[in-house]
């Protein structure tokens, strides 16, 4: 009889943890657990890292803990022209990623006889490394053999360009090259909102006679909505936080006109082996970029419900 009570007080117990509200949140547990290991151990670190003063060419100062990383990040100004670049960056790959893979999504949306390998076409930037796209655009970018410069040569009024030497041209390069790597990812979701909208909603926009920018702006643009948002705010991390591409083809050059955060930390940890300091800018970056995204998502539209768009 007193085995049957057990038996039953476990099957009650087991039924309350698997039939009950925290079920869905003991199925998450592992992950969750894997992600504050994965994440949250590191950023902790990172924290820890820059109230010290770790660095290879100060070793008698390591384990001097304050706010002096802190302070000299309030007054370099190298900090300062870094998040202006990161957020200019972040800004032109933005609208040329979401610009061209909209117009991509367009142009394949129906089925005809080229829409197919066309697809395929968009896709395969994304199939390629950072640092493959990085060489070869360096490549095409080249001053001497490049063939951008080689086409130029056919147009009239245009010479050729140092693209990634003068300040002038390095930005726009530099953009170029991480639209046409990223791009891809918005091409995937517009292309499938596209799909998701219904038919007859264009077919009765014709027999009101809407033209094509009535119909794009009345029935393309507000089923994509949610879709923009969703694209934008994973576009802005990824231009954010870029580093392959501008590593690879500037430096951060040229005189330190292309340097991000990103970058700048690279070259305070692994160039002037000042750990701590990098730990700092890398603070800076994440919570810049939490900043960027939270201002933006302020600025989006609401429903009803408090829900985004």
Known sequence: MTSVKHAFRRSSAISVLFDGPAFPFIM?????????????????????????????RRPAAAGTYGVHNYLRLVADPKAYAALGFSALYMVGTVIGSVGMALTAALL????????????????????VPAVVTALIWGVMYDGNFGVINRLLDFVPFIDGQNWLIERQTALPALIVAQVWNEFPVA?????????????????????DRANAFQQFRHITLPHLRFIIAVIVILLMIMGFKSFPIIFILTG?????????????????????????????????AVLASAMLVLGYLRLLPRTGHGDVM
Not at 32 to 53: K, N, Q, T
Not at 108 to 126: D, E, H, K, N, Q
Request: no cysteine; net charge neutral.
């Open 187 to 207: 091409y995937i979701f517009f292309l499938a909102g596209l799909k998701a909208i219904p038919d007859e909603l264009y077919e009765a926009a014709r027999i």
């Open 108 to 127: 394949t949306r129906r089925v005809i006889w080229f829409s197919g390998l066309a697809r395929v076409a968009f896709l395969l930037p994304w199939t």
């Open 28 to 56: 998450i547990l592992p992950a969750l657990l894997m992600l504050g290991f994965v994440i949250g151990l590191p950023m902790l670190e990172a924290v820890r890292l820059s109230f010290d003063s770790i660095a290879l």
């Open 252 to 284: 951060g050059g040229p005189a330190g006109a292309t340097e991000t955060l990103t970058v700048l930390t690279y070259n305070a940890a692994f160039r002037s082996l000042d750990f701590s300091y990098a730990a700092t800018l890398g603070i800076l």
